[in-house]
Every structure is written in C-alpha cells, then in structure tokens.
C-alpha cells in the first residue's frame, strides 16, 4: 500500500451517489493501490434515508471501515482541545481526523468541510474539499 484516502460524511454521501468526482478519486487510488477508508461513525452520518439500502450497502463495501477504537477516541479529543473546539459540535470531524491521522501516510481526506478537518488534522494530511 503506498497512502490512504479518507472519505468524510460528503465523500462517502458522494461515492453512494455515484458522484464523478469521487467514483474518480475512488478509480485513481485503486490504481495506485492506495487504501480507501471511513470511520464506522461516518456509515451512521452519511445514511440518508432517501437512499436505496441496497445502494448504500454496495458503495460502503468499495471502502475499508475503521472503528473508532479508544486510541482513535483519545486522539480526536487532544485534537479538539488543541484546536480550542467542542466535542458537542465538532466530534464526528475530530474522529475523521484522528483516523486520518492514524492512517498510513500520505493521506488525503475528501471533505465538504476543508477548513475544519485542515484544523484538526494540521499539514499533516492532505485535506480536499468535494
């Protein structure tokens, strides 16, 4: 394996709905043999009920999922305190990051949200706003 790309709730909402951009993305790093991946909260996030289960269920197996051990947990909270940011508000960007950050390098996260995971995740990953 040679890196790791990270879907957040948009890049994975994105990949259910078949988004060029991502299905790109997803086609590159297969290619490249770079580890696709999502945090297991991510599944819950990204669900719209409008979504086929089917659909859903299909685009989740093109991904690798990683739980959010307590390792991933403890470093998504230091991440929060050191960007002066609440849990409440941001814990699902927080465990993003951590899972990012815990990933083998170099990473790339797709995100809606660049500003916040830049933040969290600081030059360490690489942070793409889809």
Not at 107 to 117: K, M, R
């Amino acid at each position: 394996m040679s890196g790791t790309l990270v879907l957040d709730c948009e890049g994975l909402s994105k990949l259910v709905r078949r988004s060029p951009e991502v299905t790109e993305w997803l086609v590159a790093a297969e290619e490249e043999d770079i580890r696709v991946i999502t945090s297991s909260v991510t599944l819950v996030e990204a669900r719209d009920p409008k979504v086929n289960q089917a659909r859903f269920d299909y685009a989740v197996s093109r991904v690798n999922i990683v739980p959010p051990t307590e390792a991933i947990a403890r470093h998504a909270s230091k991440l929060l305190a050191a960007a002066g940011l609440h849990g409440h508000k941001y814990a699902l960007d927080a465990i993003v990051a951590a899972t990012a950050l815990a990933a083998p390098a170099p990473v790339t996260v797709l995100t809606s949200d660049p500003e916040d995971l830049r933040v969290l995740c600081r030059p360490d990953v690489r942070v793409i706003k889809v």
